[in-house]
């Protein structure tokens, strides 16, 4: 079946705009996670979405980042008053939930890579 | 805190020899772990992954074997090709937890 898919695949914005990233996961994943790679780094984890559990927005960097899902589907990643140090590659990512447990395995989107003039 | 270390790149190898990406862990608990890689204008791919201690995991001609004594799950090939240009990184999980903690990610380059 259908990836994770992500969009836009680019986003140039001006500083102090509002940007909003989507994400479509992987049809029957009830598990959703949002990332941020920095050029040369590692991903950084934002916010985990858990069926109809509260979400786990330890991650998020600050109040000016929000992201919501309706249930198991979509996903918006929404960006306020974005700022320079804000341009990156944010990735998305999906997982099952195996019998008896966690399935580890994510599956990820290609992304979108924000830039922020 | 649980991290996840790895050597830093870039690695630059002919083809055909032999690699090695080092990665070590520190967690609480026992995690599983992965290796993914990213090629070139593709997104994150799961190639390995080991659950338990000595447990060695293998894909695509890549092995990595848990090592619990030594906290580590190193990369292995015995014969590198072009294709395998990409960044790799290493990953863990604990059982207690969902999130993936990350390695910083080698990038690997093969000369032909």
């Known amino acids: 079946g259908a990836g994770v898919s992500q969009s836009p695949s680019n986003k140039v914005t001006e500083k102090g705009k509002d940007v909003e990233l989507r994400c479509d996961p992987i049809?029957?994943?009830?598990?959703l996670y949002w990332y941020r790679q920095r050029l040369g780094q590692g991903l950084e984890f934002l916010i985990y979405f858990q069926g109809n559990s509260a979400p786990d927005k330890s991650g998020l960097p600050s109040d000016r980042f929000s992201a919501e899902r309706t249930g198991e589907s979509v996903s918006t990643l929404t960006i306020q008053r974005t700022q320079q140090e804000d341009s990156a590659v944010y990735l998305c990512?999906?997982?099952?939930?195996?019998?008896?447990?966690?399935?580890?395995?994510?599956?990820f989107g290609p992304g979108t890579r924000l830039t922020v003039t | 805190g649980d991290s996840v270390t790895q050597m830093e790149g870039p690695v630059t190898l002919s083809e055909e020899a032999f690699l090695t990406i080092n990665c070590t862990y520190t967690a609480t608990g026992y995690p599983s772990l992965f290796w993914y890689v990213q090629y070139p204008g593709e997104g994150l791919q799961l190639l390995l992954k080991a659950t338990k201690a000595d447990d060695k995991g293998s894909n695509k001609g890549f092995e990595a074997t848990y090592r619990k004594e030594t906290t580590s799950f190193h990369l292995e090939k015995g014969s590198v090709q072009v294709s395998d240009s990409a960044v790799y990184f290493c990953?863990?999980?604990?059982?207690?937890?969902?999130?993936?903690?990350w390695g910083a990610g080698t990038k690997l380059i093969i000369k032909p």
């Open positions: 049809s029957g994943h009830t598990a």
């Open positions: 990953a863990l999980i604990l059982d207690s937890n969902y999130q993936l903690i």
């Open positions: 990512a999906s997982s099952s939930r195996a019998s008896g447990g966690y399935s580890y395995e994510q599956y």
